[in-house]
């Protein structure tokens, strides 16, 4: 009977760590998606805005001093998708699996995915209409990525 309680344990950790991670927002920080440019140039300041293709995008250069540039994306005046990339020296200094921990903290263990470029590490996390990648290359820290990407 201990044994068959011992084996048990470790499954209802699993379990436990699974249901305290919190679910993942519809939108990106405090903006949900469909957003309108202005709040979103309201709520993060200071950056350009830009067009791409058919797609309209507000860019922040080194908003902070763990981002080196964040890009909101827009369809028809309403927020899409944003892309965070880190700063290479906050990530040396960190080091990635701490980077990593703390999104599996928020969002869970997140399902990891190398079939794209082999030279990429990828762990997804996906709630109702939000989809999160944080993405990054082992020894590489300029090519680390966190994407939140409406469904």
Known sequence: MKKISLM???LLLLFAVSVWAA???DGYGKQPWGASIKSVTNAYPKGKMAKLGNQDIYKQVNPSKEIKQRTFAFAENKLVAVSVTMDPAYVSKNGIEKLLDKQKK???DGAIDRTGAPHMVTYRWQG???RITFAYAPKRPEMTVLMYEKK
């Open 128 to 130: 109702q209409s939000t």
């Open 23 to 25: 679910p993942v927002f």
């Open 106 to 108: 928020l969002y869970g």
């Open 8 to 10: 048990f344990l470790p």
